[in-house]
T-cell receptor
Framework: AQRVTQPEKLLSVFKGAPVELKCNYS??????LFWYVQYSRQRLQLLLR??SRESIKGFTADLNKGETSFHLKKPFAQEEDSAMYYC????????????FGQGTILTVHP | DAGVIQSPRHEVTEMGQEVTLRCKPI?????LFWYRQTMMRGLELLIY????????DSGMPEDRFSAKMPNASFSTLKIQPSEPRDSAVYFC??????????????FGEGSRLTVL
């Protein structure tokens, strides 16, 4: 079975502070990991995928297979980063079944 | 393209009533997903289709829930009879590649259901 855990439902930081949204997963094979974001009044959308190894809007995420984690990080948070963030996983034989975590609401205060 | 289109955007109904949620995926996408979002559980996959065929419905909570995809451009999620615990936001999403294997799903704006 595949499972994604985001331990923090709410996370608050001040503008300019570093932010880390935690994500742990459970899967016996080699998963593909993703971060999705939902800004206020907007649709849920893909933020980044681990295979791309890219930085999007200043966010990066590194897959740590030893710790089964895929934490999302940004060195200097901005107010416009306030949103709901979901970590998601696809297992190898699940035909693209995307399993989401419970989500973390990030609030960046001015 | 207008993206994934869901209707209704908001639905308030009384316990015991039938609820039908509708979804139009992006043209050319061959996989369609129904998710339910609640504060307690986050996003839960209810069912997904590939080329109009249901692939995995293990997330459908009870027999009260059913979903159909009669053609490539339309899907419905039906709850009969509805109960207060079904109150949630229901999202439809579609993907262009086989069952979303690249991980990118395109979501609709959601249907917020309130069952009194």
């Amino acid at each position: 079975a595949q499972r994604v855990t985001q331990p923090e439902k709410l996370l608050s930081v001040f503008k300019g502070a570093p932010v880390e949204l935690k994500c742990n997963y459970s899967y016996s094979g080699s998963p593909e990991l993703f971060w999705y974001v939902q800004y206020s009044r907007q649709r849920l959308q893909l933020l980044l995928r681990h295979i791309s190894r890219e930085s999007i809007k200043g966010f990066t995420a590194d897959l740590n297979k030893g710790e089964t984690s895929f934490h999302l990080k940004k060195p200097f948070a901005q107010e416009e980063d306030s949103a709901m963030y979901y970590c998601a996983l696809i297992g190898g034989t699940s035909y693209g079944k995307l399993t989401f975590g419970q989500g973390t609401i990030l609030t960046v205060h001015p | 393209d207008a993206g994934v289109i869901q209707s209704p955007r908001h639905e308030v109904t009384e316990m015991g009533q039938e609820v039908t949620l509708r979804c139009k995926p992006i043209s050319g996408h061959n996989s369609l997903f129904w998710y339910r979002q609640t504060m307690m559980r986050g996003l839960e996959l209810l069912i997904y289709f590939n080329n109009n065929v249901p692939i995995d419905d293990s997330g459908m909570p009870e027999d009260r829930f059913s979903a159909k995809m009669p053609n490539a451009s339309f899907s419905t999620l039906k709850i009969q009879p509805s109960e207060p615990r079904d109150s949630a936001v229901y999202f439809c999403a579609s993907s262009r590649r086989l069952a979303g294997e690249d991980g990118e799903l395109f979501f609709g704006e959601g249907s917020r259901l309130t069952v009194l």
